[in-house]
Antibody, heavy 118, light 107 residues
Framework: QVQLQQSGAELVKPGSSVKISCKAS????????MHWIKQQPGNGLEWIGW????????KYNQKFNGKATLTADKSSSTAYMQLSSLTSEDSAVYFC???????????WGQGVMVTVSS | DIQMTQSPASLSASLGETVTIECLAS??????LAWYQQKPGKSPQLLIY???SLNDGVPSRFSGSGSGTQYSLKINSLQSEDVSIYFC?????????FGSGTKLEIK
């Protein structure tokens, strides 16, 4: 069965960076897009960007240009998102989610809570 | 960016009732509209895609409709397990944007 297993919660300091992971199983990792979505407490959902692991192509929401960097490791079927220059506005739950052909998300990871605090 | 205006923000209904949630896009999204259900502390789950296609395993009491800029999600015969937040999402144009959510409670 399809599973997206994300890494654990992170507590990080302002100005630092964090890299979170999303390990895929149960399907051909290189044939599906992987998206990243942000959810702040009490707020809605924001699409950050996507990567196609088959060739490493990426597309970002302009709002997250320079903030988020998406990569993928085909050998381990794992997608990564690095967030840089962290501020309190980056405190949120971050989800990875899969899509195929059309960007609606049929499987989601369990989410990673990132807390930015000194 | 395409704005998705979702209403109502919250909704309270009785078991067995039918409820409808609306989503209005700021421009035509040509039925590229998905609906998700998110239970407390969980990740969102896909209910509907292409405005009216039911995702595998989703109960048939859920249905989607609409075209152009106006879309709706209907839940027939409300069950206790339907208590959740519901989001719409346009996947017509990047950045893919979500509605602000509808919190559904049981009276």
């Amino acid at each position: 069965q399809v599973q997206l297993q994300q890494s654990g919660a992170e507590l990080v300091k302002p100005g630092s960076s964090v890299k979170i992971s999303c390990k895929a199983s149960g399907y051909t990792f290189t044939s599906y897009d992987m998206h990243w979505i942000k959810q702040q407490p009490g707020n809605g959902l924001e699409w950050i960007g996507w990567i196609y692991p088959g060739n490493g192509n990426t597309k970002y929401n302009q709002k997250f240009n320079g903030k988020a960097t998406l990569t993928a490791d085909k050998s381990s079927s794992t997608a990564y998102m690095q967030l840089s220059s962290l501020t309190s506005e980056d405190s949120a739950v971050y989800f990875c989610a899969r899509s195929h052909y059309s960007p609606y998300f049929d499987y989601w990871g369990q989410g990673v809570m990132v807390t930015v605090s000194s | 960016d395409i704005q998705m205006t979702q209403s109502p923000a919250s909704l309270s209904a009785s078991l067995g009732e039918t409820v409808t949630i609306e989503c209005l896009a700021s421009e035509d999204i040509y039925s590229n509209l998905a609906w998700y259900q998110q239970k407390p502390g969980k990740s969102p789950q896909l209910l509907i895609y292409y405005a009216n296609s039911l995702n595998d395993g989703v109960p048939s009491r859920f249905s989607g409709s609409g075209s152009g800029t106006q879309y709706s999600l209907k839940i027939n015969s409300l069950q206790s397990e339907d208590v959740s937040i519901y989001f719409c999402q346009q996947n017509y144009d990047s950045p893919f944007t979500f509605g602000s959510g509808t919190k559904l409670e049981i009276k």
